[in-house]
């Protein structure tokens, strides 16, 4: 079992629409955790830090469940250009541990 | 600010052949990553330094794969020999936290590397 899983997909969403995907962790020593954002052929780049009490950013909202052991994120009205594969990163006694992402496909 | 640099972009070798990466980080970023990227997969750490030091090289191949970062600001990863393998996406990254307090990293465009 992975240290860190998700979802591979593809989520193909209708734009508009609301789409969630989770991401479990195996440690529980994990200490903090983030969502990267990887466009096709591109490099990832940071989308959003997840805190324990949950945070959002415009049309994201991010939360964590230290019980369950599993971080998701939430997009609402999504647009096309939300397209992307969407990674989860955990650290780990200071090491960051990453997921193979889920790829989320918006349609017009 | 400039971003963090990679060359080459593309790379395309035979089997058994050698290869270099080179990556100079967002400046006054003590801590840079190299990682690789298979097609769909995650980024795999190979090795992170601080500063000129190695905090982490557990998962670098080191039968064939060796990284440097002599003075503490630019680095080269280099493979040889090559096997077919390591065609990746060999991805560098910079952070100006500490190796102990992982913040934002920021990567580089990659290098693509295709091995024959």
């Known amino acids: 079992r992975k240290e860190v899983e998700q979802d591979p997909g593809p989520f193909n969403v209708p734009e508009g629409a609301t789409v969630a995907f989770n991401c479990t962790y195996s440690n529980s020593a994990s200490q903090s955790f983030f969502w990267y954002r990887q466009d096709c052929r591109k490099e990832p780049k940071l989308l959003m830090s997840?805190?324990?009490?949950?945070n959002e950013d415009g049309r994201f909202t991010a939360q964590l469940n230290r019980a369950s052991q599993y971080i998701s994120l939430l997009i609402r009205d999504s647009k096309l250009s939300d397209s992307a594969t969407y990674l989860c990163?955990?650290?780990?006694?200071?090491?960051?541990?990453w997921g193979a992402g889920t790829k989320l496909i918006i349609k017009p | 600010e400039a971003g963090v640099a990679q060359s080459p972009r593309y790379k395309i070798i035979e089997k058994r052949q050698s290869v270099a990466f080179w990556c100079n980080p967002i400046?006054?970023?003590?801590?840079l990553y190299w990682y690789q990227q298979i097609l769909g997969q995650g980024p795999k750490l190979l090795i992170q330094?601080?500063?000129?030091?190695?905090?982490?090289d557990s998962q670098l191949p080191k039968d064939r794969f060796s990284a440097e970062r002599l003075k503490g600001v630019d680095s080269t990863l280099k493979i040889q020999p090559a096997k077919l393998e390591d065609s990746a996406v060999y991805l560098c990254?910079?952070?100006?936290?500490?190796?102990?307090?992982?913040?934002?990293?920021?990567f580089g465009e990659g290098s693509r590397l295709t091995v024959l």
């Open positions: 997840v805190y324990s009490s949950g």
């Open positions: 990163v955990v650290n780990r006694y200071y090491q960051l541990i």
């Open positions: 400046s006054g970023h003590a801590t």
């Open positions: 330094f601080q500063n000129n030091g190695v905090v982490d």
């Open positions: 990254a910079s952070s100006s936290l500490g190796a102990d307090n992982t913040g934002e990293l920021f």
